[in-house]
Structure formats: C-alpha cells, structure tokens
C-alpha cells in the first residue's frame, strides 16, 4: 500500500485505541516487577550484595539511587515512587519524617564507625592524628550537611576535648581542609588518588581493594561516633510490601552478615 | 501546523524552566540572600577565574585559531581534534583526566611541585578546568572569522609592503572582530557554568573554589533558596550576556537578517 492509505488505515482513532493500553501496561508491569531504593552512598557495595541475595530469594528487582543522604532526602521531593529510604544518620531520616515522607517509623538497621585515612604514598607523613592539626596539610571532608561530614566534626570536636590534642585541635585541624565532598566515596576517591594528605570516611568504605591504596588510622573508640543508620518504607512506595520485604530482609540474619562482612556493625540480628 | 506545534514545544521546554525558578523565589528573600557570604564569595570567585580565563583562552587560542584558519600543515587534523575534544568530553572526565596529567601524582604534576605549584582544591586550579573546557569554544569562531577574511585584503596589504604581524594586528583582527568577541564571549559563558571538571579537579571549597555552579549543586542539597538565589543569578548573567551581544550586533549574535517569505 501506498503511505497516504497506510495513513487513512491508521486514523488518529485508531493510534489512542493502540497507544492508551499500552501506556498503562508498561508502569503497571514494571511496579510489581521492581522496588526504588534511596541509600546512603556508603551502603552502595553492601546493598548491591543483599539486593543480589533479595532477588534470588524470590524478591523483586531492586533499582538503587546511591548518594549523600542529604540529596537523597532533596531528591525524596521530586520524586515519585520510591519504595525504600536508608539513612546513614537520623538528621536526614527526621527531615523525610517531618515532610511526611514516612509510612511509618524508621528502624536502625546497622551501626559504623569513622577512621582516618591516607594514601598508601602519604605524601603529607600523616602517621598519627596529631598530625593532621600540622599546617600545611590537604584534608578532605565530606560537607557539613553530609552525614560522613557531621560525624567528622563531631570527632574532632570530641578529640578536642582530650588533654592530649588541645581545644584549638578542630580549628587546626579544619584549617587544613581543601575541599568539601558531597558524599563520603567521593572523600574516599581523593584520597586513593593520592591528591588529599588524609580524609576521614567510614571504616566501612575501606573495601579489599581501597585497603591495598591507603593506610589506615584508627581513632579512638571513646571519641569516635557510633554512626546510627536508619531504614524506613515511604508513603510513596506504590508497592509496600515488597517495601517492607526488602527492609526485613536487611534486618535479617543473613542481611546483618552481609553489612558486617562490608565492615558494618550489624545491631543485634534477629 | 506542524512548525507551530514543534516551536510551542520548544519554547515551552526553554522557557517553563527558567519560570520554575523564577516562581520558587520570593524576590525580596532573594535581595536579602544576596549579601550572604556563601553567594558572595561564589559571585566574586566566578566573576574572576571567568574573567582570567576568557583572557588566557584569547591568548592561548588566537594562535591556534590563526593556524587552522589560514595554513596547512601535517597533523593538521590532529589539531582540529584535539582543540575540540574538551566539547565534546564530559565534563567529569575531563576533570579525571585533569587529575591524572595535573594532579599530585601526575604527568606533569610532579614537574609542577618542583615548582611549587599545585593544581587541585586551588583557584588556579579551578581557571584551569575551566580553560581546559572554554578553549573550543572560543577557538571554533575565531577561526571561522579569520577564514572569513576576504584574501584580497591581505592581499592588498601586504602589496604595501605590511608585515605579517602587522597584517594580523591591524587587518586580520579588526575585520574578524565580530567572531573574535563572539568567540571570547561564548568562552566567558562556558568557563562560568563549568562544574563538572571543577568539581572532581579543584575540589569545592568556599572562597577558594567554590564557583557558582557548584554552590548551586551543593545548595540544592540543604538549602534550596540559596540554589534559588544562584540560579536567578547566573540566569540574569547569561540573559545580559546574550542581549548585550545582540545590540552591539556582533558575529554569532548579530540580528539575523533572516529569508523571510510570504506564504506560498
């Protein structure tokens, strides 16, 4: 047939008639099929293992947005559909809470620590944290608002109570600091790149292959901070009991190994 | 009918953004917030690595420019290739691959120690990713402009005996003048809204290398009237760019004198 009768075959009527189901096909499809889950940046290596595990074990696909908590709670408000909210402190989970993001209460599902890191060069001879309040050095931080970023400050507030560093430790320390990331693994990079002379990160970012790049300082457990991560299900979720699936899968026995063999502290384990 | 429908659907995709942020903002908080140390030292540090790196991206490009414009040579198009491979990489790999040749540990990083010089979380650092970037954007007019120059000219002057520097300076330059600002101008306007290559080489810190873009970036994640204020701000910043082009009726900007017919 010539393309003008083609196009007298197929009138305008005819298109919808094709085009409407097929439109509403797709989304419903695919909603059953997956779940949307927004999780701190640090979990990124942990969650891809449980949502393999998730998957095999019968649940549905798992599409993850990794990023800096905070972004992810500004992003919590443009978008729709997100199942799952994994917060690496309470600031940011409270924030979701007080938007009214949340179908119910939030959960702590696993616990981290900070450390200090260098490249495994240390081109600043940073051996101890006395060290990193010398002048002259390249610190790198995750921002304020960041939760790797808050918990950093925390620690050197904390460390500046003890004899031993001195009040004006933090405001040495911060003198330092060359740049502000808006996640941890991006402190992370920068510091495997040998660019920053330290970084502070959690231990549970120090993977198998980073460990091999940089040299590790441990802070003391009586200043650290107990990261406190929170999950919740959202109002959003279009399919709240796979929502709720995925969240008591991380909070079961074989999620609780799998973050702790990812360098977390698992809370107690059902 | 279907220009119409195409055009509507354009206009709206340019234009509902641009009303987007002009609606989230309350227009005196945005006066307010501009006198906020975090806007302020992002305003100057834009204007300034900007304005360095429209001069040093002239100077850098003008040569260049001149060569492919008017000479061939064996590796010609390598050149061309190379001057516009930062327009078309992205921007964060740019910013990698800046790190790998500039950064501590770089090519030429170690070099640049002996030196005392450091590029990354520096502002020098920041002028130059964004001269890395800014560069095709410059050098793709201005060479279009001296190939614009009508051979006769040159011709004419160098019968009266001018010198080749002199036929550059004073006939070359001043009858491709329209392109050269145009160029300069399109490389003033990259380098303020670069952020990608900024971010992974120079790192972002405020006052030092925290430009506009990456306030905004950074912005958005806590304090969405702040990402407001910026935006508001580069977006008035690029409308008077554009319209002050336009009047001064010069190369890519000139009022078009377009083929206008009457409908068949």
New interface residues.
């Given amino acids: 047939m010539g393309h003008q009768a083609w196009a007298r075959a197929i009138s305008r009527r005819n298109w919808f008639a094709i085009l409407v189901p097929l439109a509403f096909a797709s989304p419903l499809g695919a909603q059953s099929s997956s779940i949307t889950v927004f999780a701190a940046a640090s979990l990124t290596a942990a969650f891809t293992e449980i949502a393999t595990r998730f998957e095999t074990a019968g649940g549905p696909n798992v599409i993850f947005n990794f990023a ?1 908590s ?2 992810l709670v ?1 992003q919590l408000d443009q978008a729709a559909k997100v199942e799952v909210f994994a917060s690496a402190d309470q600031r940011w989970m409270d924030h979701a809470r007080d938007a009214g993001r949340l179908a119910g209460p939030s959960t702590v599902f696993v616990r981290n620590r900070l450390v200090v890191i260098t490249p495994r ?1 240390n ?1 600043g001879g940073i051996n101890r944290l006395e060290d990193l309040a010398r002048p002259g050095k ?1 610190l ?1 931080l995750a ?1 304020a ?1 960041v939760p790797a970023g808050q918990y950093s400050r925390q620690v050197l507030t904390r460390l500046g109570r003890r004899p031993d560093f001195g009040a004006n430790y933090p405001a040495r320390v911060l003198a330092n ?6 996640n941890v693994k991006a402190v992370v990079a ?1 510091v495997q ?3 920053a002379d330290a970084g502070i990160v959690y231990r549970s970012d120090i993977t198998p292959s980073i460990a091999r790049e940089v040299s590790i300082i441990d802070l003391p457990d009586s200043a650290n901070v107990i990261a406190q991560y929170p999950i919740a299900v959202l109002t959003t979720a279009p399919n709240p009991s796979a929502a709720r699936a995925f969240v008591d899968f991380v909070l079961s026995r074989e999620g609780q190994a799998i973050l702790a063999r990812y360098g977390f502290e698992p809370v107690s384990g059902k | 009918m279907a220009i119409a429908v195409a055009t509507i659907v354009l206009v709206l995709l340019l234009l509902l953004p641009l009303v987007g942020i002009l609606l989230r903002v309350d227009p005196a908080q945005v006066f307010q917030r501009l006198g906020e140390k975090p806007v302020l030292d992002a305003l100057w540090l834009s204007v300034k690595t900007s304005t360095i790196v429209t001069v040093v991206v002239v100077c850098l490009g003008l040569p260049a420019a001149y060569l492919l414009a008017t000479r061939e040579f064996a590796g010609k198009r390598c050149l061309e290739t190379l001057v516009d491979l930062p327009m078309i990489l992205p921007p964060t790999v740019s910013g990698f691959a800046l790190l790998m040749a500039f950064g501590r540990a770089g090519i030429a990083g170690k070099t640049l120690s002996l030196f005392g010089l450091s590029l990354p979380f520096t502002t020098l650092g920041v002028v130059v990713a964004q001269v890395f970037m800014a560069v095709p954007f410059f050098i793709g007019p201005a060479r279009a402009g001296f190939a614009s120059v009508e051979q006769r000219y040159l011709d004419a002057a160098a019968t009266l005996r001018a010198s080749p520097s002199h036929i550059f300076w004073r006939v070359m330059i001043p009858l491709s003048r329209g392109s050269l600002l145009a160029g300069a101008a399109m490389a003033w306007a990259r380098a303020l809204g670069e952020f990608g290559a900024t971010i992974t080489f120079a790192g972002n810190l405020p006052g030092r290398t925290q430009t506009m873009p990456l306030a905004v970036y950074l912005a958005m994640q806590d304090d969405l009237d702040r990402a407001a204020t910026l935006s508001i701000l580069l977006v008035t910043m690029a409308v008077i760019l554009l319209l002050g082009l336009r009047r001064t009726g010069l190369g890519l900007f000139a009022p078009r004198r377009d083929a206008t017919r009457q409908p068949a």
């Fill in positions: 800096g905070q972004q500004a060069a081109p390249k790198v921002a608002m600091l060359v740049s502000e990331e808006d920068k790149l040998g660019e």
